[in-house]
């Protein structure tokens, strides 16, 4: 009976397609049923195109774009930073970064004076420790958020230069033009962390000799200790410290014998490169994105089309081979509401950073106009209608 009435009232405050943010402004972005989308918009060094799409009953994905001073101080350094945030099990952790990150980054740079391969590392562990710390006060009224992780990706140009940090597997593409044939070239430049990949399956069995079941094979789907595909993120404390895989933990989430040392890491792949005059632009995306188009379809579907509405032309291609797989239109797919849509595809996030090669080689120390956007959702109440499990949820992707 409570199950019927919480589908009647989801139908009844389902949000129209058509629902515009902000008045129909472009200045926040626009929804679109559960796409939201901001098609163009100016940043440090170039433009840029964002989207997201909704596939979860609550959104999982966050994300943000923040450019101008990368410090607390006004003295800069100035720059561009993008922030991909790919949660799962729920929306608490990915939330939680998009709040903090990009603060505890500006509190590092203005303490080290300067943008760095260490201040990006001390930013990511210090959000780790901070929710942490939420999970440490809310575990005996809420324990399951012990179980609750996310990918965290971020890009960062700063005085030509350009860092990408990664946890987990959301991914960045360059689009690199050759001179020679005119063609623009894939170029991926994060490191991910799915057990999926070999690479990653042997880092965790030389980090865990002892462990002989640290990777397992389950419905054709290699994951860690059969529960989770991503071997680095931010949150899964149950992973990570074993005092929290216990329970009132759900039982599927439990271990059977303790653990000493982390499963799960937080330590970032970072890298550092310098920007060159024929680097055309960024792709960042979460896996959403990827499980549906190559590195190279991506980066042909931006270069051949208007810069503007890029992002959401990535989303709706994605959501196009989505709905072919499905043997379905993708005028049908389109009707799906959120929760029942994740069994069609996941939340996909998309941010497209155009260089300017002027603007890329500028001094980080020239002023300039804040920037920052947060990628949308469903703008619901926290916790309105949010679904009241009578079993545990699915295993974290």
């Known amino acids: 009976m409570l199950s019927k009435l919480m ?45 997201v799409v909704q596939a979860n009953n609550l959104l999982e994905d966050q994300s943000q774009l923040e450019s101008g001073c990368l410090s607390l101080n006004d003295s800069g350094p100035y720059g561009t930073f993008v922030g991909i945030y790919d949660g799962h099990g729920g929306p608490e952790t990915s939330r939680y970064i998009n709040e903090h990150l990009f603060q505890y980054l500006k509190r590092f740079t203005a303490e080290h004076q300067s943008m760095s391969v260490e201040v990006i590392r001390k930013a990511f562990q210090a959000t780790e420790d901070g929710f942490f710390s939420i999970v440490s006060r809310q575990w005996p009224m809420k324990p399951q958020i012990a179980a609750v992780g996310s990918c965290c990706l971020v890009g960062i140009i700063c005085g030509g230069i350009l ?17 020679a044939t005119g063609e623009v070239l894939a170029i991926q430049l994060s490191a991910e962390h799915n057990a999926s990949i070999a690479s990653v399956r042997q880092e965790l069995q030389s980090l865990h000799p002892d462990d002989s ?19 680095r993120s931010i949150g ?19 271990l059977r014998e303790p653990f000493s040392r982390p499963i799960l890491s937080s330590e970032p792949s970072i890298t550092v490169q310098q920007l060159l005059p024929h680097d055309q632009f960024i792709i960042f995306a979460s896996d ?3 499980e549906h188009l190559t590195n190279q379809e991506a980066v042909d579907l931006v270069q051949n089309n208007p810069r503007n509405g890029s992002a959401k032309r990535l989303v709706k291609a994605a959501l196009q081979e989505a709905a072919k797989k499905r043997e379905m239109r993708y005028s049908d797919l389109k009707k799906i509401d959120r929760g029942v849509r994740r069994h069609f595809h996941d939340d996909i996030t998309v941010i497209v950073l155009f260089l300017d090669s002027q603007l890329v080689s500028r001094a980080s120390s020239v002023q300039s106009p804040n920037v920052s956007v947060k990628g ?22």
């Open 376 to 397: 949308g959702g469903i703008s619901l109440p926290p916790h309105f209608l949010a679904p009241t499990p009578t079993e545990p949820p699915a295993a974290a992707a």
């Open 236 to 254: 899964d404390v149950y992973l990570k410290k074993n005092e929290f895989n216990k329970e009132p933990l759900y039982q599927k989430f439990r």
């Open 288 to 290: 959403g994105l990827w």
């Open 7 to 51: 589908n009647f009232l989801r139908a009844c405050f389902r949000p129209r397609a058509d629902r515009s943010v902000r008045g129909g402004s472009d200045a926040n972005g626009r929804q679109e049923g559960l796409l939201w989308y901001k098609d163009s918009g100016q940043h440090f060094n170039g433009e840029f195109s964002m989207a």
């Open 163 to 179: 860092y990408v940090a990664n946890l987990g597997d959301s991914r960045a593409v360059l689009g690199r033009a050759v001179k």
């Open 213 to 231: 079941h640290i990777v397992v094979l389950k419905h054709n789907v290699w994951r860690v200790k059969g529960l989770i595909q991503v071997s």
